[in-house]
């Protein structure tokens, strides 16, 4: 394998795609990619001046100032509201208190208590000062699917005004077993976007439940109770005026908490969660069950920003190829014993902006691109996409004539790699461009290892994709890096490990890192959008993709190949 990457490396030297290496002994796959300089960009981003980058604090001014001034000193263009940097992005903040609580009535008996963080976790995103319900009824609607296309309806029309829809996560054909109706339905151990937490309260909005509470189990969703509760009841959300549904109260329940919830009414989860499998499965309410409390909310409204810079295309400049990764964290925190933390987030995603702005400087130092180059740093993705979803839907560019989108949202600190991830496989043609970079440069593509995690569905592309726009996410916590030291074994030591600090304080920038391969993955995102930006090329959604229909919607609007 090393001698192919020696190959691969003098293929693309004469090809005149990268400069010449500095030494015969390592190949530069990844120029012009600079991995000393990605390094001084996270340790920045992740240093205490930006404690943590949360949206509406200090620390966010800081980070939208600094990625502006990185812009203006490679040379771009201001690409944001009203010829500025950035794009104002309206939210609600909310938090409620960390004492909330909430009293389940059952029939004549005492009840169950349940308490924010241990039994329960409690949001909203309602701009109020307490959320009050009053004895609702509880509704299992199984998996919270309305999915025409496949033959899917766990609702049945029934009536949720007024109450509390229980949910399980992930997709109803997550635990099938072959040959049960359910299989293939969805996506098998893959998860869809019917299988996201974000799906499952915008239905239950939709079908006028007051509430959602989904049922936490650690295989479906993928990552434990513990990551539930991090956020410590603080909700982000776009504030659009009262022009979108919501609930009053969304959370989740505690697995083992929601099966003694369910026995204690007579019912056996276990057994409904099979029910919920079947295309003939209607809801359920938990007979003599209703939910009562009342819990303060501190409500704040509050203006964050995108970061958008653009090189201007000098043939197609209607025509954009967008490259982009989020510049928010979790900010500044208290731990379990009350102790200060800061949440740096300096791999998630810090590593992406600082690959964002490694390609923006091969672009402006190269021949002036046909097509326009739009460079996005989003706000709030860390809070459910809000940054990159209020841009989709406050477009500064024609998405019909949006080219593609690239989105990158973690990178690894491994070094080097045999291969190189799709997430998502068989979306679109954008991952066949990829992975014929990356087999120039050496690597093999592989389909995620966890598709299960819905990571498809979990960053800033996903908006685009909704919106029709072909796209391509690298998320480097895909799979086990095959590393060019140390192979699987150590591949899969560097992804625990930083498992062991997603979203925590330990996502800290350190020396000891090496960072060829992320600069390796920037460099192949570069060459895929490079070959968009001198063409007359227009990526496509594959047959199967539930975002081609949208895409065909405003072929018109596109010039033909």
Same mark, same amino acid.
């Given at each position: ?38 390094? &001084? ?7 205490? !001046? ?5 949206? #509406? ?53 005492? #009840? ?22 009053? &004895? ?34 992930? %997709? ?6 072959? #040959?049960? !109706? ?56 776009? %504030? ?26 007579? =019912? %056996? ?48 400049? &209607? ?38 702005? /490694? ?21 709030? /993705? /860390? ?41 998502? +496989?068989?979306? %679109?043609? =954008? ?16 389909? /995620? ?10 960053? &800033? ?10 796209? =391509?996410?690298?998320?480097?916590? +895909? ?15 560097? =992804? ?22 992320? +600069? ?42």
């Amino acid at each position: 394998m090393r001698s192919a990457r020696f190959s691969a490396a003098a293929f693309l030297i004469g090809m005149g795609l990268f400069a010449s290496p500095s030494k015969a002994a390592e190949p530069l796959v990844y120029a012009p990619m600079n991995p000393a300089r990605m390094s &001084d960009v996270i340790r920045t981003l992740a240093s205490d !001046p930006f404690e943590g980058r949360a949206p #509406g604090t200090i620390g966010a001014i800081r980070s939208v100032n600094y990625i502006v001034s990185q812009f203006q000193a490679i040379g771009l263009e201001p690409a944001g509201d009203n010829g500025t940097w950035t794009q104002e992005v309206p939210m609600i903040h909310t938090k409620v208190a960390p004492d909330a609580l909430a009293h389940f009535r059952i029939g004549a008996s005492d #009840g169950l208590d349940f308490h924010q963080s241990e039994q329960i976790y409690l949001t909203t995103s309602t701009p109020s000062s307490q959320i009050r319900i009053a &004895d609702a009824p509880l509704v299992f609607v199984g998996y919270g699917v309305t999915a025409p296309g496949r033959d899917w309806d766990d609702f049945k029309n029934v009536d949720l005004k007024g109450k509390i829809a229980v949910i399980l996560i992930n %997709d109803p054909d997550f635990r099938a077993e072959p #040959g049960e !109706p359910v299989a293939g339905r969805f996506g098998g151990r893959t998860m869809t976007y019917y299988g996201r937490w974000t799906y499952k309260y915008e239905e239950a909005a939709r079908r006028g439940a007051i509430g959602a509470l989904i049922i936490h189990d650690t295989a479906a969703a993928s990552y434990p109770w513990s990551t539930v509760i991090a956020p410590g009841g603080e909700t982000f959300d776009l %504030d659009r005026k009262g022009k979108s549904e919501s609930l009053v109260m969304r959370g989740w329940i505690e697995g083992q908490a929601a099966h003694e919830l369910f026995a204690r009414s007579g =019912l %056996d989860l276990d057994r409904l969660s099979q029910q919920a499998r079947r295309p003939d499965f209607s809801p359920v309410t938990l007979p003599g069950v209703t939910l009562t409390t009342s819990i303060d909310v501190n409500t704040t409204r509050l203006q964050s920003r995108n970061v958008l810079a653009k090189l201007p295309g000098t043939t197609h400049p &209607d025509e954009t190829i967008v490259y982009g990764a989020h510049w928010d964290a979790f900010g500044k925190s208290k731990g379990p014993h009350g102790e200060a933390m800061i949440r740096r987030g300096a791999i998630d995603d810090a590593s992406g902006i600082a690959a964002v702005l /490694e390609i923006a400087r091969a672009f402006k130092s190269g021949p002036a691109p046909e097509r326009t180059i739009l460079f996005g740093a989003w706000t709030a /993705e /860390e809070r459910g996409l809000l940054g990159s979803t209020w841009y989709v839907e406050h477009p500064l560019v024609s998405l019909p004539k949006t080219v593609a989108n690239f989105t990158i949202d973690v990178l690894q600190m491994g070094g080097m790699a045999h291969n190189a991830f799709l997430v998502g +496989a068989g979306q %679109d043609s =954008l991952q066949d461009d990829f992975a014929t970079i990356a087999s120039s440069q050496g690597r093999v593509t592989v389909n /995620e290892a966890l598709p299960e995690r819905g990571a498809f569905y979990r960053a &800033d592309h996903l908006p685009f994709a909704r919106a029709g726009v072909p796209v =391509l996410p690298i998320m480097d916590l +895909a799979g086990y890096p095959d590393l060019l030291q140390g192979g699987v074994p150590a591949g899969r030591k560097w =992804l625990e490990a930083y498992m062991a600090c997603y979203h925590q304080p330990c996502d800290a920038w350190s020396a000891s890192w090496d960072l060829r391969g992320a +600069a390796e993955d920037a460099a192949a995102l570069y060459e895929v959008g490079r070959s968009l930006a001198f063409s007359r090329m227009w990526p496509s959604w594959k047959q199967g993709s539930e975002f081609k229909a949208l895409r065909e919607r405003t072929d018109s609007e596109r010039p033909a190949l």
